[in-house]
């Protein structure tokens, strides 16, 4: 798709129907989705063939869009004036009604925001008018693309559309920075220098938290229920709640993640029906959560995973 306004137009309107659009950004291309809608999300990872759900990063159009989203401690609010638009993402508490798919936060409380440092990306948010959670938009465990005939390459037939803004001028994932009190965290480094950020920040960041594990999407958990989980159950125990999958599994008492057997309604439902699966058992007193067995295939895995 051409960078035109007409390009922008039907870019929203995918993104409005819960399709997929890759766009630019200064570090690289990201595959959006309307970060407020569960299916679009589960869109995401199924484009990907993410073997996990981790929490993506959201973008926003400007700082009155990430203010309903999230709660800007002071050191956040100065990093965020000082440095977005640009590669700096920041990992905040979420607001209650900020209206975000809970996949697109793995179910935590927290979110991660960036506001990109691009034009075209600009335009599509601002056009949109909501957030966009946005991976990079490539296979999983292949290589960021910073050129649209990259983002073609790999996910070329998964995708409905890809902004064309040339090369990424930084070429490199976002620097995550999160915060402990007035501390700064650094979660993963990247396209932006931390000595920036400590001179904005007016102290050294605190790196240990890099030093105690490989990958930077382990250093984080996702949503974990209070009650048990029992997995690969035909059905549910006198003390259990009961969540299901597929059409068989639809007949018992309680909830279901795809009645009809579907993985990307399941993927999109998962963090929400565990949250509500909990808050029954905690209303009726019970401990434990039985799962019905889901698939290992496609989104399957990553559900799997994240059970
Ligand atoms: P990306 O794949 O570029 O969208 O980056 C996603 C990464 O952002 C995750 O793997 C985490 O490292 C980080 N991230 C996103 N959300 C959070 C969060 N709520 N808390 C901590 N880190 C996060
Ligand atoms: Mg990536």
Request: charged share 20%; with cysteine; hydrophobic share 45%.
């Amino acid at each position: 798709m051409p960078d035109s306004p007409s390009g922008i137009r039907s870019a929203v309107e995918f993104l409005r129907a819960d399709v997929l659009v890759a766009f630019p950004t200064e570090t690289v291309y990201g595959l959006g989705a309307d970060a407020r809608s569960d299916t679009a999300v589960a869109r995401v990872f199924a484009a990907k063939g993410r073997p996990t759900f981790n929490p993506l990063i959201v973008h926003v159009a400007d700082f009155d869009m990430a203010e309903e989203i999230a709660f800007f401690p002071p050191p956040a609010r100065r990093l965020a004036e000082a440095l977005w638009p640009g590669p700096l993402t920041l990992v905040l508490g979420k607001r209650r009604d900020a209206g975000l798919s809970d996949l697109a936060t793995s179910g935590l409380d927290t979110v991660a925001l960036r506001i990109p440092a691009h034009d075209l990306a600009g335009q599509l948010l601002r056009e949109f008018g909501g957030p966009l959670a946005a991976p990079s938009a490539n296979p999983s465990g292949a290589v960021s693309p910073t050129r649209a005939d990259h983002v073609l390459d790999g996910l070329g037939g998964r995708i409905s559309a890809v902004l064309d803004g040339g090369a990424c001028q930084v070429g490199l994932e976002s620097t995550i920075i999160g915060f402990d009190g007035d501390t700064g965290i650094l979660l993963r480094p990247g396209g932006l220098d931390l000595g920036v950020i400590e001179t904005v920040l007016g102290a050294p960041l605190d790196t240990r938290a890099l030093r105690h594990v490989n990958a930077p999407g382990q250093l984080l958990s996702h949503y974990a229920p209070r009650a048990g989980l029992r997995l690969e159950a035909t059905g549910p125990g006198p003390a259990e709640v009961w969540l299901g999958f597929g059409p068989i599994a639809a007949l018992r008492p309680g909830l279901n993640l795809s009645p009809s057997g579907d993985l990307v309604e399941a993927a999109a439902n998962l963090f929400a029906f565990l949250r509500e699966a909990d808050t029954i058992a905690t209303r009726t007193g019970v401990t434990r959560i039985a799962v019905a067995p889901v698939p290992m295939t496609g989104l399957g895995l990553a559900i799997n995973d994240r059970l």
